[in-house]
T-cell receptor, first 113, second 114 residues
Framework: AQSVSQHNHHVILSEAASLELGCNYS??????LFWYVQYPGQHLQLLLK??????LVKGIKGFEAEFIKSKFSFNLRKPSVQWSDTAEYFC???????????FGTGTRLQVTL | EAEVAQSPRYKITEKSQAVAFWCDPI?????LYWYRQILGQGPELLVQ????????DSQLPKDRFSAERLKGVDSTLKIQPAELGDSAMYLC????????????FGSGTRLTVV
């Protein structure tokens, strides 16, 4: 079965710092990849997704992610974080012909002023 | 923008009682998912429906959990009897077949078992 690893459990950054959150998955076939954000007390919101084509994907709120197939990775980046980016970030994968999403355990991002 | 509706938003129940959650997916979405998110963890799939049929319930604790989607539209997830370890956020999501076009999540039901 596929799995998703997010190695950074808790990240603390100062405002304007650059962000990179790691995501690795274990599945050798075709995948669709997603990053979701969950602000405190709110539901999961889609940041960006990769289905095919350009491996560099741009999402909402200045986020981007790069799919590196050889590394089974889909890391999330943002050049300059804001206090309002404080949230939990989840990487998810849809593998092969399956419909369901498999999520990582999440990374809690705390941005300080 | 279309939303996945879930109710109730919050539920507090005593151990050994029955509890039920409701989900109304986006119109036209044939696939419906129930996920459980324990505090500090990522969502885990409990059950997946394609129209009214269950296609994956491998992680559903069937001795106490049940789910139905009788007319292939809205769905109910039930727990009977509830246990302390069931305290979690229960999320419903929907999609077109095979996740085409992406997935939309509801706001969830926060269950606390006391």
């Amino acid at each position: 079965a596929q799995s998703v690893s997010q190695h950074n459990h808790h990240v603390i950054l100062s405002e304007a710092a650059s962000l990179e959150l790691g995501c690795n998955y274990s599945y050798g076939g075709t995948v669709n990849l997603f990053w979701y954000v969950q602000y405190p007390g709110q539901h999961l919101q889609l940041l960006l997704k990769y289905f095919s084509g350009d491996p560099l994907v741009k999402g909402i709120k200045g986020f981007e992610a790069e799919f590196i197939k050889s590394k089974f990775s889909f890391n999330l980046r943002k050049p300059s974080v804001q206090w309002s980016d404080t949230a939990e970030y989840f990487c998810a994968v849809r593998a092969g012909t399956a419909s369901k999403l498999t999520f990582g355990t999440g990374t809690r991002l705390q941005v300080t002023l | 923008e279309a939303e996945v509706a879930q109710s109730p938003r919050y539920k507090i129940t005593e151990k050994s009682q029955a509890v039920a959650f409701w989900c109304d997916p986006i119109s036209g979405h044939a696939t419906l998912y129930w996920y459980r998110q324990i505090l500090g963890q990522g969502p885990e799939l409990l059950v997946q429906f394609q129209d009214e049929s269950v296609v994956d319930d491998s992680q559903l604790p069937k001795d106490r959990f049940s789910a139905e989607r009788l007319k292939g539209v809205d769905s109910t997830l039930k727990i009977q009897p509830a246990e302390l370890g069931d305290s979690a956020m229960y999320l419903c999501a929907s999609s077109l077949a095979r996740g085409v076009g992406g997935y939309t999540f509801g706001s969830g039901t926060r269950l606390t078992v006391v």
